[in-house]
């Protein structure tokens, strides 16, 4: 399958930092690229869509100033987590479709990150 | 809102068994998937069956997909120590590419 990349797998700040959260797609360019949120034993909600060159879309409760999302090239879309609280404190993971098919067994199968572990003291 | 209900929440069997694990949904959809996820990793995509499918196989995986009844099934045959993870079952409801909402997941524990 294709490689999804995720930097940092963890990070630790203070409280009132802002963090950034890269995701890259290392096989194919991306249009599209969807960030979510996983607390501990729980499943994963969908914070927004990364759209390249233009405006993210947020799910609905998403602060869109608190988790600012930029797209700028199709192969890669940074989360930026504003002043963290932490409340903030969470499992982030990123996906992306493959739009040629070349790495997918079937439309529609997301390629994830390994995901960012982001622990705000 | 969660789309997805699993059940059971927590499955624990011995190696060589198989394990079902089912998902029910609420809306119409597009296409039902099940992923796979290692603790502390990300998501592994391991099958996709198309709402006007009812059953697909791959390698030791079975699902099968009920639209009257919103449910789907994901069963892995001759289990193994290394299927140890949570499963969650995902829909995407206007298409193929459309996003797709996640299911609270089954953590699956096979004893060696």
């Known amino acids: 399958g294709a490689v999804v990349s995720q930097h940092p797998s963890r990070v630790i700040c203070k409280s009132g930092t802002s963090v950034k959260i890269e995701c890259r797609s290392l096989?194919?360019?991306?249009?599209?690229m969807f960030w979510y949120r996983q607390f501990p034993k729980q499943s994963l909600m969908l914070m927004a869509t990364?759209?390249?060159?233009?405006?993210?879309?947020?799910e609905q409760g998403v602060e869109k100033d608190k988790f600012l999302i930029n797209h700028a090239s199709l192969t890669l879309s940074t989360l930026t987590v504003t002043s963290a609280h932490p409340e903030d404190s969470s499992f982030y993971i990123c996906?992306?479709?493959?739009?040629?098919?070349?790495?997918?067994?079937?439309?529609?199968?997301?390629?994830f990150g390994e995901g960012s572990r982001l622990t705000v003291l | 809102s969660q789309q997805g209900e699993e059940d059971p929440q927590a499955l624990s069997i011995q190696e060589g068994e198989n394990a079902t694990m089912n998902c029910s949904y609420k809306?119409?959809?597009?296409?039902l998937q099940w992923y796979r996820q290692n603790s502390g990793r990300g998501l592994v995509h391991l099958i996709l069956?198309?709402?006007?499918?009812r059953e697909k196989h791959s390698g030791r995986l079975r699902v099968t997909l009920d639209t009257s009844k919103k449910s789907s099934s994901l069963l892995i045959t001759a289990s193994r120590a290394a299927d140890t993870a949570s499963y969650f079952c995902?829909?995407?409801?206007?298409?193929?590419?459309?996003?797709?909402?996640f299911g609270k997941g089954i953590t699956l524990s096979v004893r060696p």
């Open positions: 996906s992306a479709r493959d739009p040629t098919g070349t790495y997918s067994r079937n439309t529609g199968e997301l390629f």
């Open positions: 096989d194919f360019q991306a249009t599209t």
């Open positions: 990364s759209n390249e060159g233009s405006k993210a879309t947020y």
């Open positions: 809306t119409s959809i597009n296409n």
């Open positions: 069956i198309r709402s006007n499918e």
């Open positions: 995902a829909t995407a409801l206007t298409g193929a590419n459309s996003k797709l909402t």
